[in-house]
């Protein structure tokens, strides 16, 4: 979470100061400037924190910014790829900045609108995703697997952004958008 998330309960240096005197007190974590997360005791894991999912959310929800996993991601977040990105990259239209997160580093990236028309879809997601695999290399089981990691609501959104896609994907949206399949 970020103090921008605290804005309806009084003035910013008051947040900011209730913030920094719970992290002096131990009971949250400063993740980097402006960016705290609630560490939990796991008994296999010791302490955990905040997911890079969680961190992209509260840096995009904080700044205002349109994010888009990149190629790497989109294709490990749908199983199309076993490999965990050793940076987790994320395009964005906003300016470009680093958040470490214990050993795993996250980067924004600045892009254009163009390709960010897709960004917080799911649409989005799958595309990157495709684009990964490459034009000529899609075959039944990348769809299968893609199918398997998506909920039905978010298959039928693909359909209604097959005009925000290129033309060698669309045919690949509307295979994962048929109901029958």
């Known amino acids: 979470f970020t103090p921008h998330d605290f804005v309806d309960l009084g003035d910013p ?78 395009h964005t239209d906003g300016a470009p900045a680093r958040v470490q997160l214990g050993k795993l580093k996250i980067v924004f990236r600045r892009n254009t609108g163009r390709n960010l028309a897709l960004a917080g879809r799911p649409s989005g997601l799958v595309a990157q995703a495709l684009r990964d695999v490459g034009k000529d290399h899609v075959r039944p089981h990348h769809l299968k697997r893609i199918r398997d990691h998506l909920p039905a609501m978010d298959r039928k959104q693909l359909k209604q952004d097959l005009r925000l896609v290129p033309a060698w994907m669309r045919p690949h949206f509307q295979e994962l958008a048929r109901a029958d399949a």
């Open 13 to 90: 240096r008051s947040v900011g100061m209730a913030l920094t005197r719970l992290v002096r007190d131990g009971r949250i974590r400063r993740l980097s400037r402006g960016l705290y997360d609630c560490s939990h005791a796991h008994p296999v894991l010791g302490q955990t924190g905040a997911t890079s999912d969680a961190v992209v959310s509260a840096v995009a929800r904080n700044k205002n910014l349109r994010v888009l996993p990149s190629k790497a991601v989109a294709a490990n977040r749908l199983g199309l790829n076993t490999q965990v990105p050793a940076q987790m990259v994320y």
